[in-house]
Structure formats: C-alpha cells, structure tokens
C-alpha cells in the first residue's frame, strides 16, 4: 500500500540566500531527498565541515515528524517540512509537522531503549535544540549546530 507521502511535492525553495525549505515525504525516498538537499545546502554555504553532523540531525528529526507527527491523521493534513537557516553563528535546522504532541525525550535510566535516542543525538551534536508550536496546529523541532570549525 502507498504511503500519502508518495502523492505529495518534494519541491525544494532557496528562500533567500540564507534559508532553504523542502516539504519531506513519509518514505524511503523522502529521507534520501532530505540528506541529499541538506548536503547540497551546506556545500552551497561552503558549510561541508558541518554536513556529517547536520545529516544525522536532519535525519533524526525527519524521521520523528514522519513516525510520530503523521500516523493518526488524514492525508489533506499531511505537510512536514524540513528548513535549514543560516544564521552568524549557526546552522537552523528545523522540521515542522501537524502534530501537535511534544517531542518525546526518554527519561534517564532508560539507556537500554531499542528505540527513541534521537532527541539524545540530536542534543549531543547540537549547542541548542528545542520545539515550538504552531498556530493552529503542529510544531517545530530544531537544532543549532554551530557553524564555526571546531578547535579540538
């Protein structure tokens, strides 16, 4: 059976010559899409030292917004969007799904979780990660990955 994804746009937009959008789909190709146009992004921005780190926080939050923002709701409702900003300092990367539950962050203790340590691997590469909602419904999950080289 099709996923609803498969019938919608995967249009990508250069918003300006700091922000890009793409709107993900929910399978297989979708991802593929999303960490091929987040690494033409970040080399577009000569920000290749940041791709490893910003693929895998990509990849993580898409895949959250597709298992977790999607599964109970009708197809007319389907939009996740994936946004990456530049900003002085740090790189925005920022999923945005109809949603309107929290992102699940496991509790401590729970360590030997088969699944559900995304958010702690969005969290160990990123200097800040958070969410917002959005009127009228949904939320943002995003991550700032600094954009500086690191002097380690």
């Known amino acids: 059976m099709s996923s609803p994804a ?3 746009s995967h249009e990508s937009v250069l918003d300006s010559s700091s922000t ?24 577009g921005w000569s920000l ?3 791709t490893d780190d910003a693929l895998t926080v990509v990849t993580e939050l898409a895949s959250n917004a597709v298992l977790h923002g ?6 007319d409702h389907f939009d996740v969007r994936l946004r990456l900003t530049l900003r002085r ?3 925005m990367c920022a999923v945005t799904d109809p949603s309107d539950s929290p992102p699940l962050y496991p509790h ?10 995304g958010l702690h691997i969005v969290e160990a590469l990123s200097e800040h990660w958070g ?9 943002t999950v995003w991550a700032m990955l600094p954009t500086r080289t690191s002097m380690t």
Not at 131 to 139: A, E, I, L
């Open 70 to 75: 999607l599964p109970h709701l009708p197809t």
């Open 89 to 91: 300092s740090h790189l």
């Open 48 to 50: 290749d030292h940041r």
């Open 6 to 8: 498969q019938f919608r």
């Open 20 to 43: 890009a959008s793409l709107h993900l789909g929910g399978d297989r190709e979708g991802f593929v899409e999303a960490r091929d146009f987040t690494r033409r992004t970040l080399g």
């Open 131 to 139: 969410w917002t909602r959005r009127s009228p419904v949904g939320k």
């Open 108 to 117: 401590p203790g729970d360590d030997l979780l088969e699944h559900g340590r």
